[in-house]
């Protein structure tokens, strides 16, 4: 059915962000539908399709047949699987390929993959000829519902996550939804703590709408495809707000902040803990902070660790396979996190679930305190 979906089955999101405004395209099909897509938006008859090892063998031979039916010739480049991917020696294949390819300006290059395809090679399209058209084809849950929308692009580095990258907006967003049936069970999970998020950002009712709803949207069908289109509004009213985090932004940022940090502090073995696990013990740790600053009360910390156990996905510290380093290296990656000001931390704390709010100043001595007692 996948060419001849008909476009009433796709959900089109809008952001509208002035000469960066674009589309994303949610629904069955899309991938065979991919050049179309692109050839009546955007001017571009070349690519650079960028992927990783578990990826291209399922879909990219579909994706390059569709580029070609619409004209574009593609070329093809496919990076290993997994979070270590996002560092310069990647990057720089990465450039040095669509270099190659002679993509020009407004020729583009294409993501086919989760964020970690997403992330480097926008920030290959963002520094190749100071700039060329970006589409991003996610294909794992996550990269549906985050990461392929907003432009932060970037790459990892000894210091921490994602601390070097640009801002660079997507021209189109094509998510296909039948792709999430190869995805591994971990990984749906992993991407369901962003959708999680958004929830517990500023939206109580979608995460109670989760609590009661979530079997399905493990499952499949038209509450997934409901998810997957809320996610993205409610990513692109924020992004429309503060295109390049200048406040309200941070928010995304929820449970990230000691997220990260775990994934640092895991060297970014994705066999211990992958982005959306760590975001969700960071979520988890994010209201028991907040509780333990008397913001909130305990009660929503334990909801929201309830559900998020719920679905499978870990909540603590402890659930990571291995042993972790002391609170004092923890301490270091979130010094070392992007939000920090004037040497001052910036947390995303919450006064309930659906109530979350940006918090300039925490003390470090209360963080660290509070490290040592959930390191225990
Ligand atoms: N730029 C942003 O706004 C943003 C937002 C959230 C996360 N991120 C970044 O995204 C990354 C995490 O993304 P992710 O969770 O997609 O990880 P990922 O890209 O590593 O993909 C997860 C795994 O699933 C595989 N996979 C992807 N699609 C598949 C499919 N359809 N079928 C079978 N296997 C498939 C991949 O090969 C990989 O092994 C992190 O680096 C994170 O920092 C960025
Ligand atoms: O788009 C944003 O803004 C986000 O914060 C989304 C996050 O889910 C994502 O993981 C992002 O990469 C984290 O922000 P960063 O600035 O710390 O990289
Ligand atoms: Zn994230």
Redesign the pocket.
């Known amino acids: 059915m996948n060419a001849i979906t008909s476009a009433s089955a796709i959900r089109t999101v809008h952001v509208p962000l002035g000469e960066r405004a674009y589309d994303i395209l949610i629904g069955p099909g899309l991938i065979a539908r991919a050049g179309a897509e692109i050839a009546t938006r955007l001017k571009g008859r070349k690519a650079a399709v960028v992927t990783?090892?578990?990826?291209a063998p399922?879909?990219l031979k579909a994706l390059v047949a569709s580029l070609d039916e619409a004209g574009i010739a593609s070329a093809e480049v496919v990076l290993p699987?997994?979070?270590k991917?996002?560092s310069f020696e990647h990057l720089i294949t990465a450039c040095d390929k669509v270099l190659e390819a002679r993509v020009e300006r407004n020729d583009y290059v294409i993501a086919l993959?989760?964020?970690?395809?997403?992330?480097l090679s926008?920030f290959a399209a963002g520094i190749v000829r100071r700039g060329v058209r970006f589409v991003q084809v996610?294909?794992?849950?996550?990269?549906q519902v985050?990461?392929?929308?907003?432009?932060?692009?970037?790459i990892?580095s000894r210091h921490g996550?994602?601390l070097i990258?640009v801002f660079h907006q997507p021209d189109l967003v094509l998510a296909d939804t039948d792709?999430?049936?190869?995805?591994?069970a971990r990984?749906f999970r992993?991407?369901y703590a962003?959708v999680a998020k958004y929830g517990l950002i500023d939206k109580p009712d979608f995460f109670a709408w989760l609590e009661a709803n979530w079997k399905a949207v493990f499952t499949g069908g038209s509450a997934r495809i409901e998810a997957i289109a809320a996610s993205c509004q409610a990513?692109a009213d924020v992004v429309v707000a503060d295109e390049r985090e200048n406040g309200q932004r941070a928010l995304?940022n929820l449970g990230h902040t000691f997220g990260?940090a775990l994934?640092a502090a895991t060297a970014?073995d994705?066999s211990r803990l992958?982005?959306?696990e760590g975001?969700s013990i960071g979520m988890v740790l994010a209201h028991e902070f907040s509780a333990r600053m008397n913001l909130a009360s305990p009660d929503d910390a334990r909801r929201v660790e309830r559900h998020l156990k719920e679905v499978g996905l870990p909540t603590r510290m402890s659930d990571i396979p291995g042993d972790l380093p002391p609170a004092e290296t923890l301490m270091d990656a979130i010094a070392q996190d992007k939000k920090v000001k004037s040497g001052k931390l910036t947390f995303i704390l919450t006064r309930g679930v659906g109530q979350s709010f940006v918090a300039d100043d925490v003390p470090a001595s209360e963080v660290i305190s509070f490290l040592r007692e959930k390191h225990a």
């Open positions: 990783d090892a578990n990826v399922l879909y699987a997994g979070e991917t996002k993959g989760g964020g970690v395809i997403g992330d926008g996610p294909t794992s849950l996550l990269s985050d990461s392929s929308v907003g432009g932060k692009t970037g990892n996550k994602n990258g792709v999430l049936n190869s995805l591994s990984e992993a991407g962003e990513k995304l990260h994934e970014y994705s992958v982005h959306g975001v």
